[in-house]
C-alpha cells in the first residue's frame, strides 16, 4: 500500500459562514478563522476543508458561486485569505478548497451571456432544451424540491438545475467550458493551495439524451440514472487529473452521491489517474425511508457494520476510504448516532473512535470536536437553508402534516450543522458581537470550546488523543481490516492488522450495557489500552468475555 500524507491525515472541515465572525456583522468569515488557527493546530488536524467562500449570492450558502476567482466580500478580501492560508503553512497545516464545478451561480458571468440568446458564445456552458408540449423538457426532480428544469423568458427555453433554480448545471460536454475550469483550478493551486474537495463532482456527466426516469404520470422523478456516475464521468476526471491535478503534491476528494463500492474504485484506484478519495452515501442513508431522506426511519447498527465493513474491504489495497459522519449537509451524529441527552459525552467519543480507528482519512466536521448536538427552531421561520425550506413549502402545499414535516426537520435538516460554533458561554457563544446570520443552539451554555478545553475528560482532548495517537501508530492508518462480533446488534468491533501488531475495536453503540463474549482468542504477547472513553476500562487486559458500558469504546493494542 503506497504511503501518502494524506492517508496519514487528518481534515477538519470548516463551513466559514458559521465557524467564527471578526467583524460583528453576524457573519463568520476569514479574519474569523484566522484567529482560531491556534485552537485547530491545538486540536492536530492536518488540513482544513474551508467550504466556499467564493463570490455568491449565497442562494445555497456558497455553493452557487458568481466568480471562482474573487472571495465573497462578507467573507474578507483575497488577501485575508493569503493569510489564510500562509498562516496554516506556517503552522505545519494544509488547505484544501472547495471545487463547486457541477453548477455555477445563476448570476456567473457565463450564464447571463448564455441565457441572452440562443446563438450566444456562452449558450453551450450550460445544459438548455426546448420544453415538449409545453412542458419541461423532462421529468427529472431537483434535489432542492420541484422540477431541474427553469423556463427562461429570454428564449422561452429550459435551463437545467439539479439543485437550486440560481444553480444552472454546467455542460461537461463542452471542451472549452472544461478547460475554463481546468484554468481556473490551475490559477488557485499555483495560489499554494494543497487540493480539492470535489462538490456533487460524479454528476457532471449527464447522459446526452436526458431522458424521462418516471413513468409518464407527470410526476417529477429522481432522474439519478442519467446523471450519476455518467458516461463520461472517467474520461472527465482523467482529462482534469492529466491537465491539472497531476501537476501538483495534493490531495483530491470528491463528493460522490450514489457511489457504490465497485463504482468508487474506479475514482480512487491508485492506477486510474482520477482522484484520491470519495465520500459516499450510504451510511447517510441508513436512516431514510423509501421517501427520501425527509422519511426518517429508525437506523440499524447491522447496517452501519454491513456498509463499513464492505467499504473496508472493497477499497482494500485498491484505494484509500474517506471517514465521516458529520459536515455541513448532514445533522449532528451525535443526536443522529449517538445521544445528546445522558451519555453525550460518551457517545460522543465512540463514534469519533470508530471514524479514527478504521481504515481511511477521518474528516472531522466544525463542533463534532465538542460534542455538538442537532437545534429545534421553534418555527420554520428561524431556519436558512434552501433544501429544508423548498421542502416545508412542498410538503405544506401538499397537505403534510405540520408536526411531521417539523420532526423531519429537527431530525434530518442540514441547518443542525449550520449554527454557529459554539466557542464560549458569553452571548451568541462568542461566534459574534453582532446578530448572528442564524441562531445559535441553545445548548452553548453547556457545550462550548472554552468549557471543553479546560476539562481534561472532554470531548476535545479525546480528538486531540485519538489523532495524536494515528500519528503514532501506523496500523490505524495502514492496517488491515476484519470484523469481530459480526452478529452483535449492540456492538461494533473489529481489528486491525500490521506485521504482527492488532489493534482491537470494541464499540458498545447503545446506552444500555452489552457483555460480550470473542469467539476467538485474541489478546496474546503485550496488550494495552490504546484508549477508552471510560477512565476505569482495565488497561493491560482483554478477557474473551468483556463487560460494556453504555456507549463504552475500547482499543487494546496488542504487539
Ligand atoms: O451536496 C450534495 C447533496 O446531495 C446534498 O444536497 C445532500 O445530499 C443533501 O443535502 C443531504 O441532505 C453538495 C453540497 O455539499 C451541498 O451543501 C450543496 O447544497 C449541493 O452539493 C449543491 O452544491
Ligand atoms: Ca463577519
Known amino acids: 500500500m503506497k504511503k501518502q500524507w494524506w492517508k496519514e491525515s487528518v481534515v477538519y472541515q470548516i463551513y466559514p459562514r458559521s465557524f467564527m465572525d ?66 496554516l503553512h506556517d503552522r505545519g497545516m494544509k488547505l484544501i478548497m472547495d471545487l463547486v464545478v457541477n453548477h455555477s451561480s445563476d448570476e456567473h458571468a457565463w450564464f447571463v451571456e448564455s441565457r441572452k440568446s440562443k446563438d450566444n458564445p456562452y449558450r453551450d456552458y450550460y445544459i438548455w432544451r426546448e420544453g415538449k408540449g409545453g412542458k419541461e423538457p423532462n421529468d427529472w426532480g431537483s434535489f432542492f424540491s420541484g422540477s431541474a428544469w427553469q423556463r427562461d423568458e429570454a428564449t422561452g427555453e429550459y435551463f437545467l438545475h439539479l439543485f437550486s433554480k440560481k444553480q444552472p448545471d ?31 463532482i460524479n454528476l457532471i456527466s449527464k447522459v446526452p439524451e436526458l431522458p424521462n426516469a418516471g413513468n409518464g404520470d407527470g410526476k417529477y422523478v429522481f432522474g439519478g440514472e442519467y446523471f450519476m456516475n455518467g458516461p463520461r464521468i472517467h474520461e472527465y476526471l482523467q482529462e482534469m487529473n492529466r491537465k491539472v491535478l497531476s501537476k501538483y503534491d495534493i490531495m483530491t476528494v470528491g463528493e460522490a452521491i450514489g457511489v457504490t463500492p465497485e463504482e468508487a474504485s474506479l475514482y480512487v484506484g ?83 473512535t470508530l471514524l479514527h480507528t478504521l481504515q481511511g482519512t477521518p474528516y472531522v466536521y466544525q463542533g463534532e470536536e465538542l460534542g455538538m448536538v442537532n437545534v429545534k427552531f421553534d418555527g420554520v421561520s428561524e431556519y436558512k437553508d434552501i433544501e429544508t425550506l423548498n421542502m416545508y413549502e412542498e410538503y405544506a402545499a401538499a397537505g403534510r402534516d405540520h408536526s411531521e414535516i417539523m420532526n423531519s426537520i429537527y431530525v434530518k435538516g442540514r441547518d443542525n450543522a449550520r449554527t454557529p460554533m459554539q466557542w464560549n458561554g458569553s452571548a451568541n457563544a462568542g461566534f459574534t458581537t453582532g446578530t448572528p446570520w442564524i441562531r445559535v443552539n441553545p445548548s452553548y451554555m453547556d457545550i462550548n470550546a472554552e468549557r471543553t478545553l479546560a476539562d481534561e475528560n472532554s470531548v476535545f482532548h479525546y480528538y486531540r488523543k485519538l489523532i495524536r495517537l494515528r500519528k503514532e501508530n501506523e496500523i490505524a492508518v495502514y492496517g488491515d481490516y476484519r470484523p469481530l462480533l459480526e452478529n452483535d446488534n449492540r456492538v461494533f468491533a473489529y481489528v486491525r492488522s500490521l506485521g504482527d501488531d492488532r489493534l482491537v475495536v470494541v464499540l458498545n453503540f447503545f446506552g444500555a450495557p452489552a457483555e460480550v463474549v470473542f469467539d476467538e482468542l485474541i489478546a496474546y504477547g503485550n496488550c494495552e489500552l490504546y484508549i477508552g472513553n471510560y477512565e476505569d476500562a482495565p488497561r493491560n487486559e482483554l478477557e474473551q468475555r468483556i463487560e460494556l458500558r453504555p456507549y463504552e469504546a475500547r482499543v487494546y493494542k496488542l504487539t
Request: hydrophobic letters at 35%.
Open 22 to 87: 471578526g467583524n460583528g456583522d453576524g457573519i463568520g468569515d476569514i479574519p474569523g478563522i484566522l484567529s482560531k488557527l491556534d485552537y485547530l493546530q491545538n486540536l492536530g488536524v492536518d488540513v482544513i476543508w474551508l467550504s466556499p467562500v467564493y463570490e455568491s449570492p449565497n442562494d445555497d450558502n456558497g455553493y452557487d458561486i458568481s466568480d471562482y476567482r474573487s472571495i465573497l466580500g462578507e467573507f474578507g478580501t483575497i488577501d485575508d485569505w493569503k493569510s489564510l492560508l500562509e498562516g
Open 170 to 200: 454546467l455542460n461537461w460536454e463542452n471542451e472549452a467550458l472544461r478547460q475554463e475550469i481546468y484554468d481556473m483550478m490551475t490559477w488557485w493551486l499555483d495560489l499554494g493551495i494543497d487540493g480539492f474537495r470535489m462538490d456533487v
Open 270 to 352: 491508485e492506477d486510474r489517474g482520477e482522484l484520491n478519495m470519495v465520500f459516499h452515501f450510504e451510511l447517510m442513508d441508513v436512516d431514510s425511508g423509501p421517501g427520501g431522506k425527509w422519511d426518517v426511519v429508525p437506523w440499524k447498527l447491522s447496517d452501519l457494520k454491513r456498509i463499513i465493513g464492505k467499504w473496508q474491504r472493497s477499497l482494500h489495497g485498491k484505494g484509500w476510504n474517506s471517514l465521516y459522519l458529520n459536515n455541513h449537509d448532514q445533522p449532528r451524529m451525535v443526536s443522529r448516532f449517538g445521544d445528546d441527552g445522558r451519555y453525550r459525552i460518551e457517545s460522543a467519543k465512540m463514534l469519533a
